[in-house]
T-cell receptor, first 111, second 112 residues
Framework: RKEVEQDPGPFNVPEGATVAFNCTYS??????FFWYRQDCRKEPKLLMS???SGNEDGRFTAQLNRASQYISLLIRDSKLSDSATYLC????????????FGDGTTLTVKP | DVKVTQSSRYLVKRTGEKVFLECVQD?????MFWYRQDPGLGLRLIYF???????EKGDIPEGYSVSREKKERFSLILESASTNQTSMYLC???????????FGQGTRLTVV
C-alpha cells in the first residue's frame, strides 16, 4: 500500500462546479500536510498548506482529518484555469522537501 | 521571488554515459532535494542535502550520486545512465522555515 494515496481521476467538471479531492496517508506520525498544483509539463507549486483546524483561501478549502488520516481539497466555482494536477503532500516533520508526494489527481474544467 | 534553475529542460543521453544534472537556487536556502517523477509513481525522493558537503539518501538512491560543494548548487549524477532512468527530474529548495518547497522547472531526461 502506498504511503500517500490519491484518486488519479481524471475529474472532468463543468465551469462553476464544486469538486472535492481526497488523499489518504498511512503514517500516523505525519505532521505537515500540503496541496501542490502542477500544470502540464511544469513544476509543482504550493497551492496551500493544510492546518488541523481547516483553512480556506478564496475558492479553495483544505481540511485535515487526523483520526481517519485523510486530507481534502474543495474547489468551489471551478474556473477553466483550475485545470491541473493536484498533488497531496505529507511530511513527518516540518521539512516539506523530505516529504511523500501522492501521484496526483487530474482535474479538467470544461466550458 | 525564489528562483530554482535547472541546467537543462530536455536531455538525451546514451546508455552508459555519465550524466550531470545541475540545480542552482538564489535564495540562500539550506535544504535542497532531487526527485524523479514518473507516471503512476508520483514524485520520489532520490537524494537530499541539508548543508554544504552534506548528503543523505532518499527513497531511491540506487544508480545516482550527488554533490553539494556550494550552498547554492546541488548536482545529481548518473554514473552510468540506463534506460530505466528515463524520467522527469525535479530539483527543490526550501529554507529552514517555512516549509514550502520551491521546484525548478524540471529536466526531462531520455536515455537511449
Amino acid at each position: 500500500r502506498k504511503e500517500v494515496e490519491q484518486d488519479p481521476g481524471p475529474f472532468n467538471v463543468p465551469e462553476g462546479a464544486t469538486v472535492a479531492f481526497n488523499c489518504t496517508y498511512s503514517n500516523s506520525a505525519s505532521q505537515s500536510f500540503f496541496w501542490y498544483r502542477q500544470d502540464c509539463r511544469k513544476e509543482p507549486k504550493l497551492l496551500m498548506s493544510v492546518y488541523s483546524s481547516g483553512n480556506e483561501d478564496g475558492r479553495f478549502t483544505a481540511q485535515l482529518n487526523r483520526a481517519s488520516q485523510y486530507i481534502s481539497l474543495l474547489i468551489r466555482d471551478s474556473k477553466l484555469s483550475d485545470s491541473a494536477t493536484y498533488l497531496c503532500v505529507v511530511s513527518r516533520n516540518t521539512n516539506a522537501g523530505k516529504s511523500t508526494f501522492g501521484d496526483g489527481t487530474t482535474l479538467t474544467v470544461k466550458p | 521571488d525564489v528562483k530554482v534553475t535547472q541546467s537543462s529542460r530536455y536531455l538525451v543521453k546514451r546508455t552508459g554515459e555519465k550524466v550531470f544534472l545541475e540545480c542552482v537556487q538564489d535564495m540562500d536556502h539550506e535544504n535542497m532535494f532531487w526527485y524523479r517523477q514518473d507516471p503512476g509513481l508520483g514524485l520520489r525522493l532520490i537524494y537530499f542535502s541539508y548543508d554544504v558537503k552534506m548528503k543523505e539518501k532518499g527513497d531511491i538512491p540506487e544508480g545516482y550520486s550527488v554533490s553539494r560543494e556550494k550552498k547554492e548548487r546541488f548536482s545529481l549524477i548518473l554514473e552510468s545512465a540506463s534506460t530505466n532512468q528515463t524520467s522527469m527530474y525535479l530539483c527543490a529548495s526550501i529554507p529552514q522555515d517555512p516549509a514550502q518547497a520551491f521546484f525548478g522547472q524540471g529536466t526531462r531526461l531520455t536515455v537511449v
